[in-house]
């Protein structure tokens, strides 16, 4: 996933660009909420941090 924009539905979205090519989402592009992006951030920092041991 990439970050390529924001705005969206009442302003506050992040655009995002998925690596699974056009037929996913809005042609490969979704808006998702701050508060998604940061729980799922902190759980990939998570699970890499625990792998690294």
Same mark, same amino acid.
């Given at each position: 996933m990439?970050? %390529?924009g924001r705005g969206g539905p009442e302003g506050r979205h992040i655009l995002i660009? @998925?690596?699974w090519?056009?037929?996913w989402g809005d042609n490969g592009h979704a808006w998702l909420p701050p508060d998604y992006l %940061?729980?799922?951030l902190a759980e990939a920092a998570? %699970?890499?941090s625990?792998? @690294?041991n």
């Open positions: 990439l970050a %390529v660009r @998925n690596s090519g056009p037929g %940061v729980k799922q998570t %699970v890499m625990k792998g @690294n």
